[in-house]
């Protein structure tokens, strides 16, 4: 049995718009990294996050740029890559290692942009696997991002930030028409001819019609791999990747509308080797997830942040069916629910070492709230153990700290 707790609240000074903040955590080190943009100002704050979820000696400011939308990627050697839209909505990115002390050059990667998508990737060459025990130095993280074209179409690129924090986009794969387009890559990596890339996902809207396309990515570049569409409108779209093993990679996406305005769709898909996508679970629910966070290094546990039907913010944590275990397609482990009523809504988990289920996991959320104003939460996602006796008199619950 698992619970949520409410931590603490902390109120950014300053507002931000839609879609112009972003929060992304370094989990060794407890450290929470906000990009967000403020009257025009692209800013990098830095935030310690306690054990009991106190949010203390920030925000230890930097400015990245100038611009509007922004997104962050934090690595386990904590390096930090933050995108952004300038005022010429030109898309940027710049790296810095811990805190900001060193900055890298900001690259421009494409002009005429109208709005990207970013995820995490990784290492691809020479680990087998993301794991967290793993003790081989490399000089250089990855990660994989889309652009949309302001005059139509988008692309998938695939990003590198060095020790330096000198950050590299390799040549573009074309996506094609639509918009809304959202991407998640598997957790682990696939072994390919003695490489190790990893598995992407896309999900967009094309022409009254949801697309889907599995890609690879690596030290290669990117690779398409196979596409899927079906007729159905689109107001929302959200992808998560996991990996229940190596060479065993699953997608959650989950759609708006679903049957009708009051659910959401989710489907469960499964990935094989030359990439073809099988759905083997769905299911429609009345939450409308607005992101997703791990909650495991390998498995299909995840942590969501989403907003209830009456407009407050929650966190749940979810565990999604593997492929052939039978399962429902979703079950909730456990769902808090907290007073704020934001428009936006990000969330981060700061993993423990190891996958016990005596270590709590610590969540953060970044919400958009009245006038604009940021709040970052703290949740403590842990195990509870319920001892009944036998006879019909329970002497009471404990809960593992």
């Known amino acids: 049995m698992y619970a949520i707790d409410k931590q603490k609240t902390h109120d950014l000074v300053g507002g931000s718009a839609e879609y112009e903040f972003d929060v992304g955590v370094h989990a060794a080190t407890r450290t929470v990294h906000i990009a967000r943009a403020m009257s025009g100002t692209i800013r990098l704050e830095t935030w310690q996050v306690g054990n009991d979820g106190t949010f203390s000696g920030g925000p230890g400011e930097v400015t990245v740029g100038h611009g509007t939308r922004t997104r962050i990627?934090?690595?386990?050697?904590?390096?930090?890559?933050?995108?952004?839209?300038?005022?010429?909505?030109?898309?940027?990115?710049?790296?810095?290692?811990?805190?900001?002390?060193?900055?890298?050059?900001?690259?421009?990667?494409?002009?005429?942009?109208?709005?990207?998508?970013?995820?995490?990737?990784?290492?691809?060459?020479?680990?087998?696997?993301?794991?967290?025990?793993?003790?081989?130095?490399?000089?250089?993280?990855?990660?994989?991002?889309?652009?949309?074209?302001?005059?139509?179409?988008?692309?998938?690129?695939?990003?590198?930030?060095?020790?330096?924090?000198?950050?590299?986009?390799?040549?573009?794969?074309?996506?094609?028409?639509?918009?809304?387009?959202?991407?998640?890559?598997?957790?682990?990596?696939?072994?390919?001819?003695?490489?190790?890339?990893?598995?992407?996902?896309?999900?967009?809207?094309?022409?009254?019609?949801?697309?889907?396309?599995?890609?690879?990515?690596?030290?290669?570049?990117?690779?398409?791999?196979?596409?899927?569409?079906?007729?159905?409108?689109?107001?929302?779209?959200?992808?998560?990747?996991?990996?229940?093993?190596?060479?065993?990679?699953?997608?959650?996406?989950?759609?708006?509308?679903?049957?009708?305005?009051?659910?959401?769709?989710?489907?469960?898909?499964?990935?094989?080797?030359?990439?073809?996508?099988?759905?083997?679970?769905?299911?429609?629910?009345?939450?409308?997830?607005?992101?997703?966070?791990?909650?495991?290094?390998?498995?299909?546990?995840?942590?969501?942040g989403y907003l209830t039907a009456d407009g407050h913010l929650a966190v749940a944590a979810w565990r999604f069916a593997a492929s052939g275990s039978g399962s429902a397609a979703r079950t909730v482990l456990a769902s808090k629910a907290g007073t704020e009523q934001p428009t936006q809504v990000r969330i981060a988990s700061v993993m423990p070492q190891s996958d016990s289920d005596d270590d709590p996991v610590t969540l953060v959320t970044l919400s958009r709230v009245a006038a604009g104003t940021l709040r970052l939460v703290s949740w403590r996602l842990h195990k509870t153990l319920v001892y009944q006796p036998v006879g019909s008199t329970p002497i009471g619950t404990l809960t593992k700290r």
């Not at 598997?186 to 019609?209: I, K």
């Not at 697309?211 to 690879?216: A, D, I, P, V, Y």
């Open 73 to 304: 990627v934090v690595f386990d050697n904590h390096r930090i890559v933050v995108l952004w839209l300038d005022a010429s909505s030109a898309l940027r990115i710049r790296a810095y290692n811990s805190g900001g002390a060193l900055a890298g050059e900001a690259v421009t990667v494409e002009t005429t942009i109208a709005n990207f998508d970013v995820v995490s990737v990784g290492v691809t060459t020479g680990v087998p696997q993301g794991d967290p025990g793993g003790f081989v130095y490399y000089a250089y993280r990855q990660f994989a991002f889309t652009t949309l074209s302001q005059n139509g179409g988008w692309k998938l690129w695939f990003g590198s930030v060095t020790d330096n924090a000198e950050v590299y986009a390799g040549q573009p794969a074309l996506g094609g028409p639509g918009d809304k387009v959202v991407l998640s890559c598997a957790g682990m990596n696939e072994t390919l001819n003695s490489a190790h890339p990893r598995n992407v996902l896309t999900l967009w809207r094309d022409a009254g019609q949801i697309k889907t396309h599995s890609w690879r990515v690596g030290a290669g570049g990117v690779t398409s791999l196979t596409s899927a569409a079906e007729t159905k409108p689109l107001g929302i779209g959200i992808v998560h990747g996991m990996s229940v093993a190596q060479n065993n990679d699953v997608f959650a996406t989950v759609v708006w509308p679903g049957a009708s305005n009051a659910t959401a769709r989710l489907q469960l898909v499964s990935m094989s080797a030359q990439g073809v996508m099988t759905q083997y679970a769905t299911a429609e629910f009345a939450e409308i997830p607005r992101s997703f966070a791990r909650l495991q290094w390998h498995g299909t546990d995840v942590a969501v």
